[in-house]
T-cell receptor
């Protein structure tokens, strides 16, 4: 079955500390992996996707096919990073359909 | 950038009534839209794929007679919760895919439904 797993419901760190939000997937074929973010009282928005290999707001994520993981990392967390983060996987069928993980709330304390 | 709107943003209704939620793509066409349900501090559960000009595709366990989806034009999909009950109270979110970058979705702001 296709599944995306985010093992942590809540991750709490102090400002300036490194952050790693974990994501593992079980998906047939070669999925595309995404991280979406939802700030308080805002809509869900794309943070980054694995094919772009880009860094957005200091966040990076590397696709590890051997470990079927797509962990999100940032070396120095900022208070404005506090939000709900969702890992998602999509297939190659071009349907746009995504499978979301359970989400991790990141809380960055001052 | 592409914008998806939803209307209403929140609705309160009595048990047994039906509620319609609209999802619009404002500056682009969407032959496909998705409807999700989100419980507090939990993940998004895909309910169905809305297809312009044809029947919606429902995910396993979602009652198609309960959640009626109509995709009448290239910019509008509607979700009607029929004979709503308190357990249908939730946050409903729609999205539309980016036509240029497949699997990337633009999300609406969501609709908070409360059934009394």
């Amino acid at each position: 079955a296709q599944r995306v797993t985010q093992p942590e419901k809540l991750l709490s760190v102090f400002k300036g500390a490194p952050v790693e939000l974990k994501c593992n997937y079980s998906y047939s074929g070669s999925p595309e992996l995404f991280w979406y973010v939802q700030y308080s009282r805002q809509r869900l928005q794309l943070l980054l996707r694995h094919i772009s290999r880009e860094s957005i707001k200091g966040f990076t994520a590397d696709l590890n096919k051997g470990e079927t993981s797509f962990h999100l990392k940032k070396p120095f967390a900022q208070e404005e990073d506090s939000a709900m983060y969702y890992c998602a996987a999509g297939g190659s069928s071009n349907t746009g359909k995504l499978i979301f993980g359970q989400g991790t709330t990141l809380q960055v304390k001052p | 950038g592409a914008v998806v709107s939803q209307h209403p943003s929140r609705v309160i209704c009595k048990s047994g009534t039906s509620v319609k939620i609209e999802c619009r793509s404002l500056d682009f066409q969407a032959t496909t839209m998705f409807w999700y349900r989100q419980f507090p501090k939990q993940s998004l559960m895909l309910m169905a794929t809305s297809n312009e000009g044809s029947k919606a595709t429902y995910e396993q366990g979602v009652e198609k007679d309960k959640f009626l989806i109509n995709h009448a034009s290239l910019t509008l999909s509607t979700l009607t919760v029929t004979s709503a009950h308190p357990e249908d109270s939730s946050f409903y979110i729609c999205s539309a895919p980016n036509q240029r970058v497949y699997n990337e979705q633009f999300f609406g702001p969501g609709t908070r439904l409360t059934v009394l």
